[in-house]
């Protein structure tokens, strides 16, 4: 079965398959995306780069080896230096200085897509400056993972990160928040798992749609959907284990009555155009400006204007 495979299965799989492209690797920075978790999503182009990069460099430089290995991807007598947020300062003069030189450089964080909460965002916008090629080897990311599983509107969507550790902090990101047209998404630890929920369950409502999902790709990948309310309660207590990714629905608005449309629009006609006041209400509560218009028109007559 195809869940019960093993890591040898995958080495063995893996090894026997990939053949590098046998091109030269042109120079410049890679951004290699990593598997989240079931190692054969790596690309085979990914895996291209790996094989083939003059230079080496990893958030975790075991994790990148093991992965290597793997897939039968040698070293080659080249050697994994460690990027990370701890020692960027020291460690980009040294990879710049090898781009510089014509060579090509690839960096891959510990799991999933460079940048996106990983290290990186420095280390290519210095590349950059120097005037010289940042490339993507783009693949598994948490974060579309999650959106495409969770089963909420993906049209528009806002990757809001880790929140804040401080109380305050939090509380100002959720009202920031709030109101925003879009799915959000945020990574959290399983171990606050339970206090975000908590809090977005009494800030936000707890009719608002969300999907809890845990472990994404591996053997126990789990996703959890419902509303604040109702995941709050499923997770007070529960013991969480694992990488966690949270999806909140976009905030719903009740559609404006007719009164409080025409409300707004005698308001704004105290001192505009109909034209004007009819285009500031269709913006304010979201609605066809034609309509507003009309509804306009037939309040300035009335009024004598």
């Known amino acids: 079965m195809e869940a019960e495979r093993t890591e040898a299965d995958e080495v063995t799989r893996s090894a026997a398959g ?41 958030e975790d430089t075991r994790t990148l080896k093991h992965l290597m290995e793997i897939h039968g991807v040698a ?39 460079p940048l996106v909460a990983d290290p990186g965002f420095q280390l290519g916008r210095a590349v950059i400056a120097e005037g010289l090629p940042v490339l993507a080897a783009p693949g ?3 974060v579309l993972a999650a959106l495409t599983v969770s089963g909420l509107p993906s049209d528009r969507f806002l990757f809001a990160g880790f929140p804040p550790a401080q109380a305050g902090a939090r509380a100002r990101m959720l009202e920031e928040l709030k109101n925003t047209p879009a799915t959000l998404i945020f990574y959290e630890s399983p171990k606050r798992i339970h206090r975000i929920l908590a809090e977005l369950n009494e800030a936000w409502g707890n009719e608002r749609e969300a999907v809890v999902c845990r472990e994404l790709t591996k053997r126990f990948e789990e996703v959890s959907r419902g509303t604040l309310g109702s995941l709050a309660a499923e997770f007070e207590g529960r013991t969480v284990k694992g990488e966690v990714v949270l999806l909140v629905g976009r905030a719903i608005f009740a559609p404006p009555t007719a009164e409080s449309v025409e409300s707004c629009l005698r308001g704004y006609l105290v001192d505009m155009s109909v034209k004007d006041a009819a285009a500031a209400v269709a913006v304010e509560l979201g609605l066809p400006k034609r309509d507003v218009y009309q509804l306009a028109l037939k309040l300035a007559k009335e009024e004598g204007k």
Do not use: C, Q, W
Not at 28 to 42: E, N, W
């Open 75 to 113: 070293l080659g007598g080249r050697h994994i230096f460690a990027y990370h947020d701890h020692n960027g300062e020291m460690m980009r003069p040294k990879l710049l200085r090898a781009l510089a030189e014509g060579k090509s450089v690839a960096y891959a964080s510990e799991a999933g897509t």
């Open 140 to 142: 598994a990311s948490a």
């Open 18 to 58: 990939f053949r590098p492209d046998p091109r030269p690797l042109a120079p410049g920075l890679y951004f290699v995306s990593t598997p989240i978790g079931a190692a054969r999503d790596i690309t085979l182009r990914g895996l291209d780069i790996l094989a083939k990069a003059d230079v080496l460099a990893a």
